[in-house]
């Protein structure tokens, strides 16, 4: 029926991409009144920004329960994990033009690391990184319990009954098909930089001096406005006279 495959684009940046990769046989549609899911359990050092992901509604909706806060580091957030759950738009496509695929993206953000030292233990990778590991999302599709009785129900991982119901679908009324990913591997791993604390003060006088200059032009740009506007006020005043 369909097949599914994922990678990490930038996967050593603070600005990852996950894709995922959805491929439709011939003549095997996407079930009528089934729709398609992805479910994102992220860790406290990734995020989803979902300013960013309600301007995608061409490619996905979602629904994300997790801490909310986008700019924190990770030292300054809950420790607890983000779950995202994606309906995904399926591509309008000929079912009988043989095989179809079509991705989706969905933009992550990792959260500033607190700052090593360098007698630390060394890092697990070369350079200033860290490894994290990052979860597949699941993909499955949502049907009503009619669709088909006989086929396996199995309710995805990590989500509640009341998450569920938040997102329209109750255990009741709603039959989960699995979609497995090929090759069959479930996690990802993605590179954070993290930086050394015996940078942080060449950190600290560099952003000073940045905003000090910036401040300084600023206030000579407001200076010389003002002096024009006054001159070319006292000019219009001496013609009108």
């Known amino acids: 029926m369909l097949s599914v495959s994922a ?3 930038s996967s050593s940046s603070f600005h990852p991409t ?4 959805f491929t439709l046989r011939p003549h095997n549609p996407v079930p009528e009144r089934c729709k398609l899911h992805l479910l994102y359990k992220l860790s406290p050092s990734v995020f989803i920004d979902p300013y960013e992901l309600a301007q995608r509604q061409a490619s996905y909706t979602f629904v994300k329960w997790g ?6 580091p990770v030292h300054a957030v809950e420790n607890q994990d983000t779950l995202a759950l994606l309906t995904v738009v399926v591509p309008p496509h000929d079912d009988g033009a043989g095989s179809f ?3 989706v993206d969905v933009p992550l953000h990792a959260r500033y690391l607190a700052p090593i030292s360098k007698d630390t233990t060394p890092l697990v990778d070369s350079g200033n990184y860290r490894h994290f590991p990052l979860e597949r999302p699941q993909a499955f599709f949502a049907c009503p319990r009619e669709y088909d009785h006989n086929s396996p129900t ?4 990590y989500i509640s009954a009341s998450q569920l119901a938040e997102a329209n679908m109750t255990l009741s009324t709603t039959q989960f098909i699995q979609i497995p990913y090929s090759p ?11 930086g050394r604390k015996e940078d942080l003060p060449n950190v600290q006088v560099y ?14 740009s407001v200076v010389r406005t003002a002096s024009y506007l006054r001159n070319s006020s006292g000019i219009d005043r001496l013609k009108t006279e």
């Open 101 to 103: 695929q079509f991705d």
């Open 154 to 157: 199995t309710l995805p991982a």
């Open 18 to 21: 996950s894709q995922v990769t």
């Open 207 to 220: 952003t000073a001096a940045i905003i000090l200059s910036i401040f300084i032009w600023i206030s000579v």
């Open 7 to 9: 990678t990490v684009h």
């Open 184 to 194: 069959n591997s479930q996690v990802d791993f993605i590179r954070i930089p993290v």
């Open 67 to 72: 801490p909310t806060e986008i700019e924190r």
